[in-house]
Nanobody, 127 residues
């Protein structure tokens, strides 16, 4: 069993930065691919950043060049550095973990592909 706990959300002005953290507990941390999803009210949860077990990163076009996913395996913590934030980045942000290293385009990932989820943290960007 793995528990994921997010922190670091909040409110920021357009152009600002935030860093989200996702702390994991459990024994299997090293076997997970880890992702960040976001969800607007009434919308589906969408993956936008993922890091595979070998450290390879992939991003959605909307965040490429602005967001960086990383992890500290010793601390069992996943991070999301968000720079140049825009009002359209306002969403609830979730971290997620799934077993294995299967490569799929982010656009094809669904919530059912992931085994564990954090509780979510709100990010609000004002213009």
């Amino acid at each position: 069993q793995v528990e994921l706990v997010e922190s670091g959300g909040g409110s920021v002005q357009s152009g600002g930065s935030l860093r989200l953290s996702c702390a994991a507990s459990g024994r299997d941390y090293g076997v997970f691919s880890l992702a960040w999803f976001r969800q607007a009210p009434g919308q589906e949860r969408e993956a936008f950043a993922l890091i595979y077990t070998d450290g390879t990163e992939t991003y959605a076009v909307a965040v490429q060049g602005r967001f960086t996913i990383s992890e500290d395996t010793a601390k069992k913590t996943l991070y999301l550095q968000m720079n140049s934030l825009k009002p359209e980045d306002t969403d609830m942000y979730f971290c997620a973990a799934r077993y294995g290293n299967r490569r799929l385009p982010l656009s094809l990932l669904q919530t059912g592909d992931f085994n564990y989820w954090g509780q979510g943290t709100q990010v609000t960007v004002s213009s």
